[in-house]
């Protein structure tokens, strides 16, 4: 019981920030009151925090219990806004989405007491969707079961959330800058603040764009990759669902209508209908989508979008170029970058930085760099260093963003 609270201890600490002046949580969703509990078990058994970071980890499956409360307190502290799916994912509450709708499917969904509140097609993509309130006094689990019996011929989903991952706290070390550097990147996160390097921002939240911390230390490295022009999507905002996948989804329709050549997403959910239509959708028009594969460790679910076929996906290592102990896994993938030792300009200042959220943009940003066949270059420059990192690690001295 003693060693299962002092490896519960390192993954407080590490995931949310616990030791010394303590590390910032980024984004959604804090760890809340799962953290408090773990913090008063450890205060009981006599260790503190700051010690536990220190010591070797011991039991890396704790992730998949961290994980699970950290999802819990989530939807607990947003009951309004977010439930589970039939899956045991957060999902926006109360909505569903109908891909494809015709006329005669909504005729059938409204007169059984599904609500259309937008219909649509994903701009730059082709993609339609429709998107429904479910009826009242119906789970989201069970109202996803009764349109999807109703409309067979239909895919039905629920709008799942995706969370960024990764933490800032007090700057540490320093690297060479990248070489060779230009082009543009697509950031698809939480808001940032205006800079020379972005060259249009959009909302897909309420109160967005918002500048978050994840999002700015994201653009921060962008820029110390050498990218020149950034277009940045917040898909957060001030909405407690932010993250969904009709906002991610959404997104890519507008950077697909920007024509952008390769977009970062740090973002992690399950699968997703919409999503992975719109990603095979916008790959089609020549887009590299790049993403992470989460911090839950390897005996998470699969991560996603970095699962989807095609999905350029990264993991990430620290400065001595092992693998993050925390760091999830997709059905496949194909780079490793710098997730650690690594620091950045945040809202506030530098920041240390911890997290595949942050080796993502690199990956994005040498693909960016290159003006043709991105990935067979990208491929000479990977470093290989075992399985666990792909086909390589690109962008070893990405290590400090501007």
């Known amino acids: 019981m003693r060693q299962r609270l002092i490896s519960l201890g390192i993954l407080a600490a590490l995931l ?12 959604l969703p804090s760890v809340g009151g799962a953290m408090d509990r773990l913090r008063g078990t450890l205060d009981a058994a006599g260790e503190g925090a700051a010690a536990m970071v220190a010591r070797p980890l011991q039991d890396v499956a704790a992730l998949a219990d961290l994980r699970l409360q950290r999802l819990d307190d989530f939807v607990r502290r947003n009951r309004n806004t977010v439930a589970m ?8 509450a109360h909505e569903l989405l109908l891909l494809d709708p015709d006329p005669a499917a909504l005729m059938l969904a409204e007169k059984s007491g599904y609500r259309v509140m937008e219909r649509g097609d994903l ?13 009242a ?23 799942q959330i995706h969370f960024p991952g990764g933490q800032t706290g007090p700057t540490a070390g320093s690297s060479a800058m990248p070489s060779p550097r230009g082009g543009t990147v697509g950031l698809i996160d939480g808001g940032v603040r205006p800079d020379a390097r972005l060259s249009a921002q959009a909302g897909f939240a309420t109160g967005a764009p918002r500048p978050n911390q994840h999002a700015q230390s994201i653009l921060s490295l962008l820029g110390g990759a050498g990218v020149a022009h950034v277009f940045a999507a917040d898909v957060y905002g001030a909405d407690p669902a932010g993250g969904n996948a009709l906002a991610i989804a959404k ?33 089609a028009r020549g887009m590299f989508v790049v993403a992470a594969v989460g911090n839950d460790g390897a005996a998470s679910p699969l991560s996603y979008p970095a699962s989807y076929r095609g999905v ?51 990956v994005a940003a040498r693909l960016a760099a290159y003006p043709a066949a991105a990935l067979a270059a990208l491929d000479r420059e990977a470093v290989g260093a075992g399985a666990r990192t792909g086909r390589g690690i690109v962008c070893n001295a990405c290590r400090k963003g501007i």
Do not use: C
Request: glycine share 12%; net charge positive; no cysteine.
């Open 251 to 283: 997104a890519l329709g507008w950077m697909a209508a920007q024509r952008v050549p390769v977009v970062s997403i740090s973002l992690v959910g399950p699968a997703n209908p919409l999503l992975e239509r719109a990603v095979a959708a916008a790959q």
């Open 312 to 362: 350029v996906a990264v993991t990430g290592v620290d400065g001595k170029g092992r693998v993050l102990f925390e760091a999830g896994r997709a059905s496949h993938l194909d780079y490793a970058a710098p997730g650690a030792d690594m620091t950045a300009v945040g809202l506030s200042g530098r920041v240390a930085l911890r997290g595949t959220s942050f080796a993502a943009p690199l």
């Open 85 to 92: 799916d039939a899956n045991g994912a957060p999902a926006r």
């Open 16 to 27: 949310t920030g616990a030791a010394g002046p303590a590390l910032a949580q980024l984004g």
């Open 123 to 135: 701009d730059g993509l082709g993609v339609g969707f429709a998107r429904l309130e479910t009826p």
């Open 137 to 159: 006094g119906l789970s989201l689990p069970d109202a996803t079961r009764a349109l999807q019996k109703l409309l067979p011929a239909k895919t039905v989903t629920a709008d």
